[in-house]
């Protein structure tokens, strides 16, 4: 029996699409292993976004190489955002691999696996999805509408495609009977959901439709456009208990200027008014973001807008990205490119700026009695946990003074802040 491991790169849109994979793979004939010591077949999915994450999945996939060549008969698929960014360029540029999986093919991976292999599938019924476990990404929709002068994913994942409601609902309902508590929304612009239906239902819908599943008791919603936050999309949130207080918004910069270079809409003030509409809605809310440091014709008043901004937002969790250039996009060949150590520069600087804002507001939840998903043990055999307040992998943890199953709830009260990460103490 063919053993198949699958090892994941990029973002939760990555995980999901995974998932989808080894679900067909725990349906056919073939056996799903975790370790690739035990694997016949190893599928990479990789990601394209960046430039630096185009060298860390070639990198990866040179590894796996060396595995697939270390035993006989082994064999290397390579799939994902950097085989539909790259497509037919890569057979001559990686002739490692043994075959290769854009995203649109991915659904046919079985008989990839079949050709490498010459054994047959025979594929059977199964579920769609079979990750479970405390917390689950429900993927609303794929590719995006805009056209931002710095992004590749348009060219990698096509056009808006929102997922019918009906489909969203049946998902999300497997994965809460699969375990999962909390049910994360993304997509490269979740409020942009419904625009392609020709419906009148949107996010808001899709919001209090899945917080209705029984046994669901956290919400939250991730790569929310600015634009997208409407007044009745807060008030949902805010009248919608499941719901974590909680926003994911890519800002990407403050300043007008480069945010018109961007083609993108928005300024300091603009910003600053969403982000009072936020929390007059929600006052616990808290807030993540994206940021890009060195856009070309970026300019050191442009970094103070930005630094000015970061200060005044009171933002929990900013990501910071060095501008990167990327072949086939409008900013690559824009004038004024700042030069690579001074981009690296700005973005440290921000970067520096963004973790005091968010390291203070850290510390401001020590003493504060909050509620805590349980994420079972980590590899010390310690208990950790994440509250509302923080996402999956990206946000911090909470460290608990006791071991607690994963999936259960717990009230801690919050004794120390180590940056973003806490320490809390369970309550009976």
């Known amino acids: 029996m063919t053993r198949v491991a699958f ?17 067909l793979v725990s349906a056919s004939a073939y056996e799903l292993v975790d370790s690739l010591d035990d694997a016949d077949v190893a599928v990479v999915n990789t990601c394209g976004f960046i430039t630096a994450a185009v060298e860390e999945a070639v990198s990866v ?37 043994d075959a290769f999986l854009p ?59 929102s997922r019918p409601l009906a489909e969203l609902l049946a998902e999300a309902a497997l994965l809460v009977a699969r375990g999962a508590r909390e049910i994360v ?9 419904g625009r392609d239906l020709h419906s009148s239902e949107s996010l808001a819908d899709v919001i209090r439709s899945v917080a209705a599943i029984p046994d669901l008791r956290w919400l939250r919603l991730m790569y929310v456009q600015p634009d997208g936050i409407t007044d009745d999309l807060l008030a949902t949130m805010a009248a919608t208990s499941e719901v974590c207080h909680y926003l994911d918004v890519p800002l990407q910069h403050a300043s007008a200027p480069i945010l018109r270079a961007m083609n993108r809409h928005g300024s300091a003030e603009e910003f600053l008014g969403l982000i009072e509409r936020v929390r007059i809605h929600m006052p616990d809310a808290v807030l993540r973001t994206s940021l890009i440091a060195g856009y070309p014709g970026e300019t050191a008043d442009d970094v103070d807008v930005l630094l000015d901004f970061i200060e005044g937002a009171g ?8 501008f990167s250039p990327e072949e086939g996009t409008a900013a690559a060949s824009l004038p004024g490119q700042v030069p690579d150590d001074e ?9 520096d700026t963004a973790d005091e804002v968010g390291f203070a507001r850290a510390e401001d939840l020590v003493g504060r009695t909050l509620e805590v998903l349980s994420e079972g043990v980590d590899e010390d055999g310690v208990g950790v946990g994440r509250w509302r307040g923080q996402a999956p992998e990206v946000d911090g943890i909470v460290t608990l003074d006791a071991a607690v199953d994963a999936g259960s709830f717990v009230t801690c009260r919050i004794t120390e802040a180590y940056g973003y990460d806490l320490t809390g103490e369970v309550l009976p």
């Not at 090892?7 to 679900?23: F, H, Q, W, Y």
């Not at 991915?106 to 054994?119: A, H, K, N, Q």
């Open 7 to 23: 090892i994941t790169l990029g973002c939760p849109k990555n995980e999901v699409d995974s998932e989808r994979m080894r679900a």
């Open 61 to 97: 996939s040179l590894d796996l190489a060396e595995w697939r060549d270390a035993a006989p008969g082994r064999r290397l698929i390579v799939a994902g955002c950097m085989v539909s960014r790259y497509g037919s360029d890569l057979t001559e540029a990686m002739p490692e691999a």
């Open 315 to 322: 933002i929990d969790y900013v990501g910071v990205f060095p």
């Open 343 to 351: 981009r690296l520069a700005r973005t440290q600087r921000v970067r």
């Open 185 to 193: 929304l993304i997509g490269q612009d979740i409020s942009s959901w």
């Open 103 to 161: 995203l649109a093919e991915e659904p046919g991976v079985l008989d990839v696996i079949e050709r490498l292999t010459g054994e047959a599938h025979r594929h059977v019924a199964g579920p769609a999805r079979i990750d479970a476990g405390p917390s689950a990404y429900l993927q609303v929709s794929d590719g995006c509408f805009r056209s931002c002068a710095y992004c590749t994913i348009p060219t990698i994942r096509g056009p808006y495609r």
